[in-house]
């Protein structure tokens, strides 16, 4: 927080730090807007409700299809990845879901 409070959201977050576990830079902006709950790109978090993920993709007019990988190794195993993506999908206005085993 401090970093984009000071006005420098831009500053590359120590690699180290790998703070998402996504392998590459990352701005410190970056990182709030994934893992602040409410942040810009907090879209796909396990711990947003129906009513957060109808809010965010209800504007969507058109039919979505949700693909969600079963193997995503970005997604902690103790997250329940069909649910999720299921969860995701039924919050479009016409979402349809698809699973990839492998």
Sequence with gaps: HALV??????????????????????????????????????????DLDATALRALFRPVQVPCLVAFSLQDEYVADSVDKASLAQRIAAAFPQGECVLITD
Excluded: H, V
Excluded at 6 to 34: H, N, Q, V, W
């Design 5 to 46: 409070q000071d006005g420098k959201g831009d500053a590359i977050l120590p690699a180290a730090a790998d703070y998402c576990e996504a392998g590459a830079p990352m701005s410190a902006a970056r990182f709030l807007s994934l893992a602040t709950k409410g942040g810009d790109d907090d879209m796909f978090s396990n």
